[in-house]
């Protein structure tokens, strides 16, 4: 009798989990292979001339897979009766078996139904990539009967490395993409996948500019190779397919070693050297002109510039607060892997295609891994230093402002109301005795009638505002009122004043004359007395004038008034 232990069972859970990897690897591989044959057989049918059977359709199927996957080709129907190697793979048929790849393993490591058993991360590369190089192998022995046989030495190489590449890539995505623990290997490999992203997005636009630039010679070459509508169709598919490869060429050229187009042949930025060889493609319509080159083709260096800078930038970021020895051991290592990525880049969009002249075609790939490293190094790292420098500057403290001082506060109604009940406590009562009024001097009559001022004040008297102004037009004589003040002794000398010469001459005698001097303090008009003055004696009448007439009295009444009778206040 077996006894089932748990270990055993969880051996035999494994085991299970394994051999289903494997299965999903050859069906990844199964179906990236039919999609390509559905779109070569509709090719095929709806060609009105086919060179052959479905059998041959389905042979180059086969060899466009393989070809996908960076695999040599060797063609045998040659006008010479050479075989001819074909070695440019259209990156963008690469992208569907890529990802078939990618989302199989992936999707064995991190399953939805999490109470399944499910193998380690190695077993599920290893059983993947297993799975999937078996169906590989069947294709290429299948090739071999075909019209575009396999080379194995290629496929040997490129066929394993793309689908380990592609199996790893998915277990690391379904880990959570852990990257090392060490930040300088980190920042290592963000820097270099940001450069390489806009190193070949500027290639990619580069490449369109010289397209559109050429688009007359684009259009014509077009035409001149597919004549029917299903002709043009599978060459516009063709076309597609081969963009990214024309994207990896123009960033090469940018990059300085430019591309070989034939043996012997070159185009750089400086220029085109050599006899090209350039068979009739609308992509290759967009190569520049033979002969030195000008601005347009030195623009070209902008590409790299741009995408060493992104990289530099992207480290010193990175490694902002470690040492400047780190920040530099990471640009260097972004320099290098962003350097080998171009170069396998390169690889597989250039190739050969044909023999002769056509062997070499395309960008050389350690020339321009090792330009991309040049790059990196000469215009990343200074980046990554100054970005860092940058990043860990102080800064200086701004010497704040002094505060402006307080506005003192608003006093409350309610306390100005307060005070003026003290206001008027402070004020003199109304039996207190009056305020002696400003006593002026007036030795100087003449000047005081020469200014008129008395006499502005006598004639404010005559208008009869108050009883104080007759007292000012009377210099503070009395209060008599302002007809009195008109005819008083004051009002007589300044009009004396004013027709006397005694007045100028006394201006001329004084020396130190300042008119100003003998003016009052203030104009302003002396407050109301509480009680009436005394009234003052009336001055005696000169012997040879009249008396003055009592305001209100006729002539019988002065009659019997006699002279010597003084005049009481009216």
């Known amino acids: 009798m077996t006894h089932l232990t748990e270990h055993s069972l969880v051996q035999g859970g494994r085991s299970a989990a394994f051999a289903t990897a494997c299965v999903r690897g050859g069906v990844a591989a199964g179906l990236g292979v039919g999609a390509l044959a559905v779109l070569v057989i509709v090719a095929w049918i709806s060609s009105p001339f086919p060179d052959s059977g479905a059998g041959g359709a389905l042979h180059l199927a086969a060899g466009l897979w393989l070809l996908a996957h960076g695999v040599e080709l060797v063609r045998t129907d040659t006008l010479g009766g050479l075989p001819a190697p074909l070695g440019i793979v259209p990156l963008l048929t690469a ?191 967009a190569l520049p002109p033979e002969g030195r080159g000008g601005w347009p083709q030195w623009a070209a260096a902008a590409v790299p510039l741009v995408a060493a800078v992104v990289l530099g930038r992207s480290v010193g970021r990175a490694t902002g607060t470690g040492r400047a020895r780190e920040a530099a051991l990471a640009a260097l290592g972004a320099a290098w892997v962003s350097g080998a990525a171009v170069a396998v880049l390169a690889g597989a969009a250039g190739g050969p295609l044909g023999s002769g002249r056509l062997l070499a075609f395309g960008p050389v790939w350690w020339q321009a891994g090792t330009a991309a490293v040049l790059w990196g190094v000469a215009v990343g790292l200074p980046t990554a230093l100054a970005v860092r420098a940058w990043g860990r500057r102080v800064p200086r403290p701004k010497h704040p402002k002094p505060p402006k001082p307080p506005k003192p506060p608003k006093q409350p109604k309610a306390a100005r109301t307060a005070e003026a009940p003290a206001l008027a406590a402070a004020a003199p009562a109304p039996g207190a005795a009056a305020p002696t009024p400003p006593v002026f001097d007036f030795s100087l009559n003449g000047l005081n009638g020469l200014n008129g001022l008395n006499g502005l004040n006598g004639l404010n008297g005559l208008n009869g505002l108050n009883g104080l102004n007759g007292l000012n037009g009377l210099n503070g004589l009395n209060g008599l009122n302002g007809l009195n003040g008109l005819n008083g002794l004051n009002g007589l000398n300044g009009l004396d004043g004013l027709d006397g010469p005694s007045g100028l001459a006394d201006l001329d005698d004084d020396e130190g004359y300042v008119p100003y001097d003998y003016l009052p303090a203030s104009w302003e008009t002396a407050p109301t007395p509480s009680t009436p003055p005394a009234p003052r004696p009336a001055p005696a009448p000169r012997p040879d004038t009249e008396p003055p007439r009592p305001s209100g009295t006729t002539g019988a009444e002065r009659e019997a008034t006699p002279k010597d009778t003084p005049l009481g206040p009216v």
Not at 100 to 112: C, E, G, N, Y
Not at 126 to 148: C, K
Request: no cysteine; glycine share 16%; charged share 10%.
């Open 95 to 285: 992208a569907l078996p890529v990802w078939l790849v990618f989302r199989t393993a992936r999707s064995t490591l991190d399953p939805a139904d999490e109470t399944g058993p499910r193998p380690s991360p190695a077993g599920t590369l290893g059983a993947v990539s297993g799975g999937y190089l078996l169906v590989a192998a069947v294709i290429v022995v299948y090739s071999e009967s075909g019209p575009l046989p396999a080379d194995l030495v290629t496929a040997g190489l490129w066929l394993p490395g793309v689908v380990l590449g592609a199996a790893g890539a998915g277990v690391w995505t379904a880990l959570g993409r852990p990257l090392p623990g060490r930040a300088e290997a980190a920042a290592a490999l963000r820097g270099a996948a940001a450069g390489l992203v806009t190193l070949l997005a500027g290639g990619a636009v580069l490449a369109g500019t010289a397209l559109v630039w050429h688009a007359g010679a684009a259009r014509a070459s077009y035409e001149g190779i597919a004549g029917e509508w299903s002709g043009r169709v599978a060459l516009a598919l063709l076309v597609l397919a081969l963009l990214p490869n024309a994207a990896v060429w123009a960033a090469a050229y940018g990059l300085g070693p430019g591309v070989a187009l034939g043996t012997g042949a070159l185009a750089t930025p400086l220029g085109l050297v050599g006899d090209p060889a350039v068979p009739s493609f609308p992509l290759l319509a």
